[in-house]
């Protein structure tokens, strides 16, 4: 494709936000690594453009957005993140060219869904998140039911493709639909083989901002085995950052081998991490793939995740364990300990799932093909 296509996306790395949709940057820059030829369109309200690590990127309003599509014609567009107001320029002013959608889950989701992670104190979002996700479904559902020229989804996993379908009200089976994960950065998080001794030491890196994240699993996985006999030889970092931080690990305060870490950290600082501890507390009420999991694995930590949504999709025993709740991981984590053999292989099966399975260079390669297909053009002449 000798001409530049469009990726639009409701925010993009800068040097003030540098973790910005970052997965849409790696997207990005390996796409023009490869010969792509891109244009970086980031909706919202300050107008420039800027070149962040080698990439130009155009931010703008929707207005602008729209003035830019009237002004040009391109072959094809991308689209992360088809939020409502993105979804209404396009329909009106690029109808007829192809479209690629990934869909992540925030846009897509109904908000009953995601209800049971609010509580007392954050009923408010709640209340004002409902009409706009009413919204937002309703507008996603009547542009694809109305658009009449290529489109094409691309959905991280079954899970989210399926929860797409039933949330937004649409029969899949006319729609063309692929399913790629995200990628994940083997070159960074790379695999060198475990230690067993590394078994007793466990880390959870996550967010405090949500009871999606189930840090509280993890917490009361502490608890438990803190009544067991080996509990002192194990040690525990837990790394994060939100209003439920301190609340959570409070408990964890007292025993002298869980460190508590509030703060958040760049990849150096996790890659760091993943290479001196053996075992990730990675518990989860909602994700649609899981990709600081298989970060974690490529470094070849054994997870300890949730049964539910799409992890099953990316872990199995082999690798790592799929449990329900906070007894469950205590039990892995103690199977774990008991047996180093078991934790080595499982370590390096982890590494080696990720690498098949959402690899860099699989995962990109993938997408090139998707974006470089001319079936789509085909279809909308």
Known sequence: MSESILLVVPGYPSDQHPYNNMFVHSRVKAYLQHGLKIDVFSVGMLSHTTTYEGVSVRFGTLGELKSLLQEKSYP??????????????????????????????????????????????????LIGYFPVNLLQRRAYRDFIQTR????????????????????????????????????????????HPKDPQQRFKLLSIRPYTSKKYANDLAIDAVLKLSQNEIFNQLTFTFVGKGRSFKTLTKPLQAFPNVTLRETYLNHQEIIAL?????????????????????????????????NNTAIPEFLDERCGYLTNNAQEIADAILELVHDPDLFCRKSAASSLRVSQQCGSGHVIQQELDLILSDQNSREAS
């Open 76 to 125: 094809k567009i991308l689209i992360h993140f088809a939020m409502r107001g993105i979804l209404k320029v396009i329909a009106q002013d690029a109808p007829k060219t192809p479209l690629i959608i990934w869909v992540h889950g925030y846009e897509a989701l109904s908000w009953k869904r995601r209800a049971a992670f609010f509580d007392v104190m954050t009923l408010h979002r």
């Open 148 to 191: 009449t020229s290529a489109l094409h989804f691309v959905f991280v996993s079954q899970w989210m493709k399926d929860v797409f379908a039933q949330d937004i009200g649409i029969d899949m089976a006319s729609i063309k639909a692929s399913l790629i994960p995200n990628a994940i950065d083997t070159e960074s998080f790379v695999y």
């Open 274 to 306: 993943h290479q001196t501890h053996g075992i990730m507390l990675i518990p989860t009420r909602q994700d649609s793939q899981g990709v600081s999991m298989g970060e974690a694995m490529s470094s070849g930590l054994v997870p300890i995740a949730s």
